[in-house]
């Protein structure tokens, strides 16, 4: 039986048509003519002046805590339920992360949380160089409050919108809503590069910096000559051009992703001790991934369980993000923590939710799933 997977790239006719083009031009360098279209594209997609393409999301974020002026000894709150990539940036530039638990609402960064944490560093005359605020699972967080705060200490904030291109937050597209936004293109992602990511601004100077760096910093002239570090962090043409094949069906993936959602939602959700991922009511989800909670009180089988239970039917399903105060390389960091993130790793689960599923495999994802929980046992209310 092939596997159905989590959330695997899905490829069209029209990406193998840019992609062979740029072959045949021999242009397949980290620049070229789909490396300027796409980020032409992608900047008129989103509203935005600035779009510049890089070799993934990490180096977006990498790139924009320098740009954002963050060094050694700085700090920068950030989100606690995220991948990895998020923190891993903020010590490449040798700073310190601090991290902000979920609000239910969203999953995302918790607004009140983060006015008690500035508000007591400001007190201690230790304000964050930058706030790093993640759109988690396709969804964003609560921006106007988080914007209104940084703005009261004058924080410089970055978005990670790895997760969440196509989703929007009172009518404005992700990635738009901080100073600088960044954007992952994995194979997992709504659209993919395979490899790849964009930073968007409005600061023309800061996407001048990050184009600069991401060329090695090479300074003008005949020679090498290089007066800053830099970094090989630019897209290729090669990948560019798949890029611009998979931007034009954005709208029609997150279409899709939100579809399986509802799927989901429509043929479990009336089955006891299951909670669906909400939507805010302040904006739109791309459902990248479809995320469920598990009632311990009802169901007796752990998410890691049921994971490896739909794995040896060839389903992958996944936890949901370990929180960064959990893990062992940023243990000791400050943790504003309420306790949500903890629980909705404790008890979540996310579910393949590629656009390219077909409906039979939705119904045999559903299908065995219930037949897993079912067969784990169920603790009934009495």
């Not at 918790?110 to 008690?116: F, Q």
């Not at 034009?248 to 959700?269: I, M, Q, S």
Request: proline share 5%; glycine share 8%; net charge negative.
């Amino acid at each position: 039986m092939q596997r159905i997977y989590l959330s695997p790239p899905h490829m069209s006719p029209k990406d193998r048509e840019l992609l062979l083009e740029a072959f045949d031009s021999n242009w397949i360098a980290p620049l070229g003519p789909h490396v300027d279209g796409l980020e032409d594209e992608f900047a008129e997609k989103l509203g935005v002046s600035h779009a510049v393409a890089l070799s993934s999301g990490t180096a977006a974020l990498h790139l924009a805590l320098l740009v954002a002026g963050v060094g050694p000894g700085d700090v920068v709150i950030t989100s606690t339920l995220t991948f990895a990539a998020t923190a891993n940036a903020i010590r490449y530039v040798g700073a310190t992360p601090v991290f902000i638990d979920s609000e239910r609402q969203s999953w995302n960064m918790d607004p009140e949380l983060l006015e008690d944490e500035l508000r007591v560093s400001a007190k201690l005359g230790r304000l964050p160089k930058a706030v790093l605020v993640v759109d988690v699972c396709g969804q964003c967080a609560d921006w106007e409050p988080i914007l209104s705060l940084c703005r009261q200490y004058g924080i410089t904030v970055i978005e990670d919108a790895a997760e969440a291109l196509g989703a929007t937050y009172r009518g404005q597209q992700a990635g738009t809503l901080a100073d600088i936004g960044c954007f992952s293109f994995n194979g997992n992602k709504i659209i993919t590069t395979s490899g790849g990511g964009m930073l968007v601004t409005e600061n023309s100077e800061w996407a001048s910096q990050v184009r600069h760096l991401a060329c090695q910093a090479r300074d003008p002239a005949l020679h090498y000559e290089h007066s800053q570090i830099g970094y090989n962090y630019r897209l290729s043409n090669l990948l560019a051009a798949v890029g611009r094949g998979q931007l034009t069906l954005l709208d029609e993936r997150v279409a899709k992703r939100r579809a399986n959602f509802d799927c989901y939602r429509n043929t479990l959700g009336e089955l006891p001790g299951i909670e669906f991922m909400p939507e805010a009511t302040f904006g739109q989800s791309t459902r990248w991934l479809s995320c469920l909670l598990l009632d311990p009180q009802v169901h007796s089988v752990s998410p890691s369980e049921v994971c490896a239970a739909m794995l040896a039917e060839e389903i992958e399903l996944r936890p949901l993000w370990k929180p960064m105060h959990q893990q062992p390389v940023f243990i000791g960091c400050r943790v504003r923590n309420s306790g949500v993130a903890d629980d909705l790793f404790q008890r979540g689960l996310c579910l393949p939710s590629g656009s390219n599923m077909s409906d039979s495999q939705l119904a045999l994802v559903v299908d065995t799933l219930r037949s897993t929980l079912e067969s784990g046992g169920c603790r009934h209310a009495a």
